[in-house]
């Protein structure tokens, strides 16, 4: 049987070797609007639209972002959605040559017949759903599903999980984004680094043999996985070197040269802890690119610092928005702030 090539073979090459490109990484802004609202609430703003797109707009047009940034994952909010100044968010990111990319899947809900554990939800229209994010400008898709260590993993779960992202895996690339496969394990549990490693290499098995069984160009996908850590609540505590060591050793052992990028992501990391885990990683060469898709360990310290402003500063965004489409220059604004 003659499976044929996804239309956009070549061009799901170019975005995939892009976004991993040296010395950059993705921003991952694609929290829901729920999520998003957990992060306003930290800082004591409300959860509308308007107070979403001022904090969007100070992540997108931060000075000299494109240098560090090859890929943003947006919320199908964002994607729509412009700048405090008017601008489109999509304008903004390709004028420094930051790839858009959009979460796709619709989250996470029990998985019946399971142990308490998950399965992940949105291949129901998601081709017509990404022929229209296309549209938009989006290049690259984004697809999040767990597994928890505590909760077993039982097979009926880790099976789930993989046939999930393979189908959406193959989804995207038949409509020209290509797929970031992120099967994340959960960091919570007692159990040490040896436990991590065995349940990743197990998940990775499955999920590249539902990806091969799906007929995925490798050459056209975009990993996110988790470190191999000890669990959170773990009495071991590993570092940098060893954290490395066992993630590479795990990438060796299960992911093919041709995957261009893997793009780690922070997972309740401290800021410095995933800084320091990505940098021993790169002590050497790598078949692939090594990177990060980060969301809270990128957004901390700025969401942090955007709410120590005082309020009349921050209602400089806001401001603007009623004034849009008037000339003003957002980006010059944030740097006086
Ligand atoms: P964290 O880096 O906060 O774990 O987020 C990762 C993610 O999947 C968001 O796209």
């Known amino acids: 049987v003659v499976v044929r090539a996804s239309a956009y073979a070549d061009e799901l090459v170019k975005t995939a070797?892009?976004?991993?490109?040296?010395?950059?990484?993705?921003l991952a802004m694609d929290e829901s609007n729920a999520t998003c609202g957990k992060r306003l609430a930290s800082i004591g703003l409300e959860n509308t639209e308007a107070n979403r797109q001022a904090y969007r707009t100070l992540l997108v047009t931060a000075p000299g972002l494109g240098q560090y940034i090859s890929g943003a994952i947006l919320f199908e909010e964002t994607l729509y959605q412009s700048a405090v100044d008017g601008r489109k968010i999509v304008d903004i990111l390709a004028e420094q040559g930051i790839v858009p990319g959009i979460k796709v899947?619709?989250?996470?809900?029990?998985?019946?017949g399971s142990n308490n554990e998950s399965w992940c939800q949105g291949l129901d229209g998601l081709a017509a759903r990404e022929a229209a994010y296309y549209q938009a400008g989006a290049r690259f898709a984004k697809w999040r599903t767990v597994v928890s260590i505590p909760n077993g993993p039982s097979e009926l779960a880790v099976k789930e999980a993989a046939w999930g992202l393979a189908r959406y895996?193959?989804?995207?690339?038949?409509?020209?984004?290509?797929?970031?496969v992120e099967p994340e394990i959960l960091l919570d549990g007692e159990h040490g680094i040896e436990r991590t490693f065995e349940v990743a290499q197990k998940v990775w098995a499955e999920t590249f043999y539902a990806m091969a069984e799906n007929n995925v160009m490798f050459e056209g996908i975009l990993l996110k996985p988790s470190m191999v850590t000890p669990g959170a609540e773990s009495k071991d505590k590993a570092t940098p070197e060893q954290v490395?060591?066992?993630?590479l050793k795990l990438l060796h052992r299960r992911i093919p040269p041709s995957v261009p990028g893997?793009?780690?992501l922070s997972g309740g990391q401290s800021e410095v802890e995933a800084t320091q885990n990505l940098n021993a990683m790169n002590q050497g060469a790598n078949p692939w690119h090594v990177s990060f898709s980060?969301?809270?360990?990128?957004?901390n310290t700025c969401l942090k610092t955007w709410g120590q402003l005082p309020r009349a500063a921050r209602q400089v965004h806001l401001r603007r928005r009623d004034r849009r489409g008037q000339g003003g220059n957002v980006r010059q604004e944030l740097q006086l702030l």
């Open 244 to 247: 490395a060591e066992y993630t």
């Open 17 to 26: 070797k892009t976004v991993a490109s040296p010395g950059r990484g993705i």
């Open 169 to 180: 895996a193959a989804i995207s690339q038949d409509n020209g984004l290509v797929p970031i």
């Open 105 to 112: 899947d619709k989250g996470l809900v029990p998985l019946a």
């Open 294 to 299: 980060y969301a809270r360990a990128l957004q």
């Open 262 to 264: 893997i793009m780690f």
